[in-house]
DNA sequence: ATGGTGGTTAGACCA
């Protein structure tokens, strides 16, 4: 067994469509575990025979048609852990694994959080006020874990830029459905309830802007540089001190036909 | 100032 874990979060956008360059990504950077969301794909079409070729032949995955899907595709063996029902809906948002034995365990949840439309009000936005319950089961979930297992890791495209710096103008973008204070007083709630730590922050401190997004809408996404940091990397207590390193993959963006989102990696020490 | 682009899938719906 290595002596790190090393994961990777991408919202992929299409699983299928984008086969090809997440068998790059993984031939480049070889994390040890590929957490995906949006793949848009249901289970009896899922690319499995393309992971298995590339190296990664363990697989969980749970999908619909055309909206939502999350997966963990890994080099090594895990256990499957129950995928959650997040709101009451079937809309496959939460996959979870559990990696290595006995008390050194780790649980690695993968969330897709609703991105909640386009106007910040719940009484005349229902898929806004369906993010809100969202990040407030998040909340009640993390308090949960953090009692059962602090060993967890928790990543995914969470649709919210939390600090100020997770957004290219703070300003501009404090009605902007995924900064609004709703939100990112929300998220911060559910690290605080679970003691999650936010990893990249502890690797590249505020005040430096951390994006994880750019949008297709933007003519020239690298000039304009109009990021957002929607997409996280959370460790449990018992990982905080554990942090090795960070990569943010930008240049993927640039790839052909990319996915508006770019993976993020993070490595660990096992132990 | 209220569109701009992209994926799924066949007319909207979602991001």
Excluded at 135 to 151: A, C, D, M, N, W
Excluded at 217 to 245: E, M, N
């Amino acid at each position: 067994m290595p002596k790190t874990l090393s994961v990777t979060s991408w919202n992929i956008n299409s699983v299928r469509l984008r086969i090809e360059s997440v068998v790059r990504f993984l031939h480049e950077a070889q994390p040890d575990f590929l957490c995906l969301q949006e793949t848009k794909t249901p289970d009896d079409a899922f690319p499995a025979h393309a992971f298995t070729k590339a190296g990664y032949p363990h697989h969980a995955f749970i999908g619909m048609k055309g909206y939502n899907g999350v997966a963990i595709v890994a080099r090594e063996p895990f256990r499957k852990l129950e995928a959650r029902e997040m709101c009451g809906k079937p809309d496959a948002r939460h996959i979870a694994v559990e990696i290595g034995e006995g008390a050194g365990a780790i649980q690695l949840h993968n969330f897709y959080v609703p991105a909640g439309g386009d106007l910040a009000d719940p009484d005349e936005n229902p898929k806004f006020a369906h993010k809100l319950s969202f990040v407030e089961e998040l909340r009640q979930f993390s308090e949960k874990l953090r009692g059962s297992q602090p060993r967890a890791v928790l990543v995914g495209d969470l649709n919210i830029a939390p600090l100020e710096h997770d957004v290219w103008s703070h300003k501009q973008l404090l009605d902007v459905v995924s900064h609004t204070p709703v939100e990112t007083d929300g998220l911060k709630a559910v690290m605080q309830e679970g003691e999650w730590c936010d990893a990249f922050r502890v690797l590249k401190p505020e005040p430096e802007k951390v994006y994880s997004w750019w949008s297709y809408r933007s003519p020239d996404w690298a000039a304009a540089d109009k990021g957002r940091r929607l997409d996280h990397i959370w460790l449990g207590r018992s990982l905080k001190d554990q942090i090795v390193s960070g990569e943010i993959r930008k240049e993927t963006r640039g790839w052909e036909r990319p996915s508006d989102h770019v993976p993020i990696t993070l490595t660990i020490a096992r132990d």
